[in-house]
């Protein structure tokens, strides 16, 4: 087969960095060892290498276990290649030279191997998501190529690029301290890890079909394939699709039937079939009818008359080949537009996306600064206020324990009943104004702050501990991000959970709530008691002062017992002990405020964390969309550059058709 064919075969057939799991290997020792000491004398023709391979083994299964492992652990990825859209396309003596392939380039190889060996094997094209793929992304092109084989009478599914190895993240040691001294984003560098896997030689379909969706569907080797439709939406839909659809089915007569056609006949049926599986790639219709005119070409074009020896029929079946393949190539570059432009769209939209929910987050969490600053300073001053209190309160207790009892006090030698019934009027004032002034009031405080005991207002200010957790929890979700940033900026979001963060908000929200609910109420209500307490406090201390000199004064007044000794007494009683009694009933309005106040300046400080984080993720997220629009247009190029190749080949077939179909006239 002409290295053209292999061109637009291989148009198809571009590999994706797919990162592979390893699973213990399946190969015999004994398999292994003859592979693994192959004279390098036979490993230069195809045909050679695979008969040396599979002597002494009996059966298919051996045979192409034998061959794949060989071609798995001998040939590298040629990765290289891919990133730099290598335009030649190696034929399997030259792979097997340089020792590298790209993933077309591996199932030809193992396709010539086989045939060597009597084992049928055809290549199959089909697609892989790409790094950048979200659900539901048009696929504008096929981008993978593996093989099928037939084993002992079953066909079997066998992606030797996957089993040679992954394509991994480079070290980039100079670049991560880079970033971590300068804050610098670098894009991740990838490269070709040899590994052997196992489970990609002689795979289980029903694995298969989540990583691999083969233009034509019989190659699924699935009794009900699974539509294109259900492998964009993703593995969860994929799974579900299978669970009452997973038949397997190896004997697939279709295959047998596609075996059997011509090389032209594979060519057209994979364009139109394929087609109809994926209207969006015209690509692959394009590339097939172009392989198939190709072939003609090569058939019938004699060199001596720079002409076709073809009869009418088949020239004009070329004539429509070419205007068909020229018409869905020229399709095909504006397809690479329409797909670049689309990317375009959707990573402006999750830059814009990104840096509008981050610049919410952030105006939202400022917002949540100035309040707990808010608080803090009420806290602050309630705090100081309640010093003061204690202060006063201890003071006027000490005060008035040193009061002594008025027993030694004189009344009156002559009775006078004017001054008696002034001093009996001043007993009743005494008590009325304590029972009007200041046990009234005293009792309204009492109910006013009744929700606000010890208990209540320590869980109240406990609640802004939860809060700080919740700050704690989201500061580290995106620390995590920003870790995962230092290994190289991503090129494209695979989960929009990075650009919305629905959890932030859910987290800043129900902090909020809890600050609302508790400590908005509490602190205005606290600080407020505190004054009125305060004012009331003052009040009643002058209150007790009065009474007590009008309780004197009644003595001095009266000749008669009035209980002014003992009542005098009470009243010194009652002060101190409500002095104490204020002592303990303002601890619930002090005793939390420093933890309040800790709390929260360490939310400030943890949410001043997350701001910077959210920030530096705006300002990454323009790196990383200028780096994936780099990455696209250079796919977009090499995919034009390819498609415009093909065009040009076609302009070269057009006129010697045209001429060999005007000698058939004559």
Not at 183 to 195: C, D, I, L, N, R
Not at 279 to 303: C, H, Q, T, V
Not at 586 to 598: M, R, T
Request: glycine share 4%.
């Amino acid at each position: 087969m002409k290295s053209l064919i292999h061109k637009f075969l291989i148009t198809i057939i571009l590999f994706t960095s797919v990162s592979i799991s390893l699973f213990a290997q399946i190969d015999t020792i004994a398999i292994q060892k003859i592979a693994n000491h192959i004279p390098a004398s036979k490993t230069k023709n195809p045909d050679i290498l695979a008969t040396a391979l599979c002597e002494g083994n009996a059966n298919d299964a051996s045979k192409v276990t034998a061959i794949s492992y060989w071609i798995a652990t001998h040939v590298d990825y040629d990765y290289k290649g891919y990133v730099e859209r290598r335009a030649e396309v190696w034929n399997p003596e030259t792979v097997l030279k340089k020792r590298k392939a790209l993933c077309g380039e591996y199932a030809i190889l193992f396709q010539q191997m086989c045939k060597a060996v009597n084992i049928k094997a055809e290549v199959v094209g089909g697609y892989t998501k790409e790094i950048d793929f979200t659900p539901n992304d048009t696929l504008f092109r096929s981008n993978h190529a593996w093989s099928a084989v037939q084993v002992d009478g079953a066909w079997k599914l066998v992606d030797l690029t996957f089993a040679a190895g992954a394509v991994v993240q480079s070290n980039q040691s100079l670049k991560k301290i880079t970033k971590g001294i300068f804050g610098m984003p670098y894009k991740p560098a990838y490269t070709f890890k040899k590994k052997y896997d196992s489970q990609w030689i002689l795979a289980d379909p029903h694995k298969m079909v989540y990583t691999h969706l083969p233009e034509l569907p019989m190659f699924q080797l699935l009794e009900n394939p699974v539509p294109l439709s259900i492998f964009m939406q993703g593995d969860k839909t994929i799974e579900q699709y299978l669970a009452s659809n997973s038949t397997i089915d190896t004997q697939n007569t279709a295959i047998n039937d596609y075996t059997s056609k011509s090389a032209v006949e594979k060519y057209i049926y994979n364009g139109e079939e394929g087609w109809k599986n994926n209207p969006f790639n015209n690509s692959l219709r394009g590339s097939m009818y172009i392989n198939a005119l190709d072939s003609m070409y090569e058939k019938y074009f004699d060199s001596k008359t720079r002409m076709l020896d073809a009869d009418r029929a088949t020239l004009k079946q070329m004539k429509r080949y070419a205007f068909l393949s020229d018409s869905l190539l020229k399709q095909t570059l504006k397809d690479n537009d329409q797909e670049f432009i689309q990317l375009q769209k959707r990573s402006e939209s999750w830059k814009e996306n990104l840096k509008t929910s981050n610049k919410q987050y952030i105006t939202d969490l400022k917002a949540r600064v100035k309040e707990n600053n808010g608080n803090i300073k009420l806290s602050n001053k309630s705090n100081s206020k309640g010093k003061t209190m204690t202060s006063y309160f201890n003071s006027k207790y000490n005060q008035f324990r040193k009061i002594k009892p008025i027993d030694d006090l004189r009344r009156p030698k002559t009775p006078d009943s004017t001054a008696a019934r002034q001093s009996r009027l001043l007993m009743y004032q005494q008590d009325s104004i304590w029972k009007l002034v200041c046990l009234k009031n005293l009792i309204d405080l009492y109910k006013a702050n009744e929700p606000y005991t010890m208990e209540k207002v320590t869980a109240k200010v406990n609640t802004e501990q939860e809060a700080l957790t919740i700050y704690d929890n989201n500061y580290q979700r995106i620390k995590q991000t920003d870790a995962a940033y230092a290994e190289g900026v991503p090129l494209a979001h695979t989960s929009p959970d990075f650009i919305q963060k629905k959890w932030l908000g859910k987290g800043n929200s129900y902090a909020d709530s809890l600050k609302k609910a508790n400590i908005d109420v509490m602190e205005g209500d606290l600080y407020n008691s505190q004054l009125q307490f305060f004012d009331f406090a003052k009040l009643y201390t002058k209150s007790t002062k009065d009474r007590l000199t009008m309780i004197k004064t009644a003595k001095r007044g009266s000749g008669t017992d009035q209980k002014e000794d003992s009542t005098y007494s009470a009243v010194v009683r009652r002060f101190t002990r409500d002095m104490e009694d204020f002592q303990l009933y303002l601890k619930p309005y002090v005793a939390n405020q420093n933890n309040l106040s800790n709390y929260l300046e360490n939310q400030n400080n943890r949410i001043t964390n997350i701001i910077g984080k959210l920030q530096k993720e705006s300002d990454v997220e323009n790196f990383r969309h200028n780096s994936y629009m780099q990455y696209r247009q250079k796919i977009r190029m090499g995919e034009n550059n390819r498609t415009k190749l093909a065009l040009k080949q076609i302009n070269k077939y057009g006129p010697i058709i045209d001429r060999s179909l005007q000698a058939k006239k004559k």
